[in-house]
């Protein structure tokens, strides 16, 4: 028996034969577009869109969405979905603020918080592989449970530092720079880079993608697909944690507990994005980078544009959200047709013949256990 092994995607790609400004289209199309909306808006605003200033409080703003999306990013990968990571954000920097309020270190405050991360991540990996539940629900149903821990903790009330108990080294995590750019930023940039390394060059990456574009390939050539699966959601929760961190450190002294979901749609939004991009038809961390380049350059630019506009951000998050799960879902159906068709060559299983797409099995929300 033939079997495929490869990750390769070949769902948005472009055949062989293609022409060479089809392939940088279809590969960095969402580039083009990152770098041409950049254009129009610096042309159309050039005192207040292209300043100094306005990109810190972007990339200052940005920080915690992006490492939210890369969490969402790991999941997906493996063929699985966190929809916890919008209410854990909320959880973990109300418990960063809080604990410190009891006396703890900061130190150890943050060390617990990322351990508290990785724990949520692992009930979310047992309902997943042990109960057999749908990750879409699974982890729905942890974030609810997430978000009314959150509640019955602050009594829906904000907490606030007005005793100044925190420690200042714990707001320093936020208020350093690298030159010009914040320090939050430059963490959550690294986050990325190292996330794309490990998962393009190391095995533990090529197997993580394995296991979510064909799980049954994976378990038959020896892959340990629960384990990778428990990681990932480990993962998740860990940078879940770190973004609340984050976060706890940026509002000097107030914690809320309705803050958390309203960066969920985003960061969705930026990682299936980031799937149509750099490597199209597969979830990626530089995909990822790009797709909340994308969401930032464009409500910055518009909310510029038509000041006072609450609607612009829901509305632009939305909208690309659906446009990336069509392309994804236009894709997956095209690679299907295309399999079925007859062809006049043979038909070995080979990686360059027919790649796997790990996408639409995230996109799709379809577990495979």
Sequence with gaps: MTMN???????????RGAAWHRKLTSNYGMVILTAALFVVFTILRPDTFASLLNFQLL???????????????????????DLSIGYGVGLWQVMSLSW????????????????????????????????????????LATGQVIYSI??????????????????????????????????????????GI?????????????????????PAAARLSGIPRR????????????????????????QAGVAQANIGPEYLLPALAAAFLGSTTIRPGRVNALGTILGVA??????????????????????????????????ASLAS??????????????????PEADGIDAAPAASEGKETS
């Design 294 to 327: 994308i969401a930032t350059i464009g409500i910055s630019g518009l909310q510029q544009l038509l000041p006072g506009q609450f609607y612009l951000e829901p509305l632009f998050n939305g909208l690309t959200l659906v446009a990336a799960i069509t392309i």
């Design 5 to 15: 092994t490869s990750v390769k995607s070949t769902a948005l790609e472009p055949g």
């Design 150 to 191: 959150t509640y019955w903790y602050t009594g829906g009330r904000q907490i606030t530092d007005s005793a100044g108990q925190r420690a200042k080294a714990f707001d320093g995590l936020s208020q350093w720079s690298l030159g010009p750019v914040p320090g939050p930023f430059v963490i959550a940039i690294a986050l």
């Design 59 to 81: 990339t200052a703003g940005k920080s915690v969405l992006l490492i939210l999306a890369l969490a969402v990013t790991i999941p997906m990968i493996a063929g699985k979905i």
């Design 100 to 139: 410190q309020l009891h006396s703890i270190d900061y130190r150890l405050v943050i060390l617990l918080v990322l351990v508290g991360g990785a724990v949520i991540g692992l009930l979310n990996a047992l309902l997943i592989e042990l109960a057999q539940v749908d990750a879409f629900i699974a982890t």
């Design 227 to 250: 384990r990778y699966i428990i990681g990932a959601m480990a993962a998740s929760g860990m940078l879940t944690a770190l973004a609340g961190i984050l976060l706890a450190s940026r």
């Design 333 to 350: 159906r095209r690679r299907v047709a295309r399999a079925d068709a007859p062809s006049a060559t043979p038909t070995a299983s080979t």
């Design 194 to 214: 190292v996330l794309w390394l490990v998962l393009d060059y190391l095995p533990v990456g090529r197997y993580l993608y394995a296991v979510g574009a064909n």
